[in-house]
């Protein structure tokens, strides 16, 4: 089992950043491929960013591309989703997302793919 937690919500203005983390524990990190997705008020939860294992290869959802980063520290066992140049339209809940690969440095963007997920961290962009 995997247990993941978000932190670093919060309502900010548009234009602003803001950095949210998900703390892994219950298993060796290292193997998972890691992702955020999000879900707005109404709409289906949706795919924002992926990283690998490894954290060389990582894939972006359209919308986000340019403006959100996804690091991870194996060490740590954390994943980042650096958000820059924050829209109104990125007000969501924001789920961490974890599946087992081992080596596969394949990327998967459907909510399918993943077995464990946090219970989300809040993002509230103003204008």
């Known amino acids: 089992q995997v247990q993941l937690l978000e932190s670093g919500g919060g309502l900010v203005q548009a234009g602003d950043s803001l950095r949210l983390s998900c703390a892994a524990s219950?298993?060796?990190?290292?193997?998972?491929?890691m992702a955020w997705f999000r879900q707005a008020p109404g709409k289906e939860r949706e795919f924002a960013a992926v990283?690998?294992?490894?954290?060389?290869?990582?894939y972006y959802a359209d919308s986000v591309k340019g403006r959100f980063t996804i690091s991870r520290d194996n060490a740590k066992n954390t994943v980042d989703l650096q958000m820059n140049s924050l829209k109104p339209e990125d007000t969501a809940v924001y789920y961490c997302?974890?599946?087992?690969?081992?080596?596969?440095?394949?990327?998967?963007?459907?909510?399918?793919?993943?077995?464990?997920w946090g219970q989300g961290t809040q993002v509230t962009v103003s204008s």
């Open positions: 997302a974890a599946d087992f690969r081992g080596h596969s440095e394949s990327v998967y963007y459907s909510r399918d793919m993943y077995e464990y």
């Open positions: 219950g298993r060796t990190f290292s193997g998972f491929a």
């Open positions: 990283i690998t294992w490894s954290g060389r290869n990582t």
